[in-house]
């Protein structure tokens, strides 16, 4: 009994956060569909989440894209399929790559900042504040976000999908000397509607995940300085997890046949 009493409370402990992370959801969501709305701080975290993040993202789909024109063409060259290249990274960009690497990307810069922001509000009391003086602070400091998320982060996926296929592009015309009417014909041909709205739909979910991780994280952070540190790291890590596992699962629901 003394070596099985851990594992009993870790998952005793496992499923209580489970169930608070769907009460605490299910709480947010309801919210998001009923009024009052502040817009004007939706507008302030869509800006905080959408134009602020550009830089990074665009900055990773450019390189990646660039690593994955290279990469590929080295693997296709033993089999003389060189020309499948393009089709390669258009498909890899805007189903898998530029959803995965943004959602990572938002997640490191807003999901800390979020449980941060939200979690120093809580050790100083701030959020007792706030219900003292009638402001449901899920209206106020939970709602903004996860609206913003979900609606910034497939913007930013659209970004990253231009920017990375364009980065592919300039390796393969300027580095492998491809023809660019040929690589742009090759990228057009295989694109399908599918391709890019899956990554949107899946961007989506990640944003909401995102934002949601952040949000409870610091709702329910405890312990002054080392719970907000805790609280920011644990809003980071559990965001990552679930992005890679939703991509997985909606990846099997969009492209199973």
Same mark, same amino acid.
């Given at each position: 009994?003394?070596?099985? /009493?851990?594992?009993?409370?870790?998952?005793?402990?496992f499923?209580? $956060?489970?169930?608070?992370?769907?009460?605490?959801?299910?709480v947010?969501?309801?919210?998001?569909?009923r009024?009052?709305?502040?817009?004007?701080?939706? *507008?302030?975290?869509?800006?905080?989440?959408?134009y602020? #993040?550009?830089?990074?993202?665009?900055m990773?789909?450019?390189?990646?894209?660039?690593?994955? %024109?290279?990469? #590929?063409? $080295?693997? @296709?060259?033993?089999?003389?399929a060189? #020309? /499948?290249?393009? %089709?390669?990274?258009? *498909?890899?960009?805007?189903?898998?790559?530029g959803?995965? *690497? /943004?959602?990572?990307?938002?997640?490191?810069?807003?999901?800390a /900042?979020m449980?941060?922001?939200?979690?120093?509000?809580?050790?100083?009391?701030?959020i007792?504040?706030?219900? $003292?003086?009638?402001?449901?602070?899920?209206?106020?400091?939970?709602?903004?976000?996860?609206?913003?998320?979900?609606?910034?982060l497939p913007l930013?996926?659209?970004?990253?999908?231009?920017v990375?296929? @364009?980065?592919?592009?300039?390796?393969?015309?300027?580095?492998l000397?491809?023809?660019? %009417?040929i690589?742009?014909?090759?990228s057009?041909?295989i694109?399908?509607?599918?391709?890019?709205?899956?990554?949107?739909?899946?961007?989506?979910?990640?944003? @909401?995940?995102?934002?949601?991780?952040?949000?409870y994280?610091?709702?329910?952070?405890?312990?002054?300085?080392?719970?907000?540190?805790?609280?920011? $790291?644990n809003?980071?890590?559990?965001?990552?997890?679930?992005?890679?596992?939703?991509?997985?699962?909606?990846?099997?629901?969009?492209?199973?046949?």
């Amino acid at each position: 009994m003394p070596l099985l /009493a851990p594992v009993g409370r870790s998952f005793l402990y496992f499923l209580n $956060t489970c169930g608070n992370l769907a009460l605490f959801t299910a709480v947010a969501v309801s919210h998001c569909v009923r009024p009052p709305i502040y817009a004007r701080l939706v *507008l302030n975290q869509m800006v905080q989440i959408g134009y602020y #993040s550009l830089p990074v993202v665009g900055m990773t789909a450019v390189f990646t894209g660039m690593v994955l %024109a290279l990469q #590929s063409y $080295t693997g @296709f060259a033993r089999f003389q399929a060189e #020309s /499948a290249l393009a %089709a390669v990274v258009v *498909l890899s960009i805007t189903r898998e790559l530029g959803p995965v *690497l /943004a959602g990572l990307m938002v997640a490191g810069r807003i999901g800390a /900042a979020m449980a941060a922001e939200i979690g120093t509000m809580r050790v100083t009391e701030q959020i007792d504040a706030l219900t $003292t003086l009638s402001t449901n602070p899920m209206k106020y400091l939970v709602v903004p976000r996860l609206i913003a998320g979900l609606t910034m982060l497939p913007l930013l996926v659209l970004v990253a999908d231009v920017v990375g296929v @364009f980065g592919g592009f300039i390796v393969a015309v300027y580095r492998l000397d491809f023809n660019p %009417a040929i690589y742009i014909g090759n990228s057009w041909d295989i694109l399908e509607p599918i391709d890019v709205v899956s990554g949107l739909i899946k961007a989506a979910v990640f944003g @909401f995940l995102i934002s949601l991780m952040g949000c409870y994280h610091g709702y329910y952070s405890r312990g002054g300085a080392e719970g907000v540190g805790n609280a920011t $790291t644990n809003a980071v890590v559990s965001a990552s997890i679930l992005i890679l596992m939703s991509n997985y699962l909606l990846t099997g629901l969009l492209f199973t046949e």
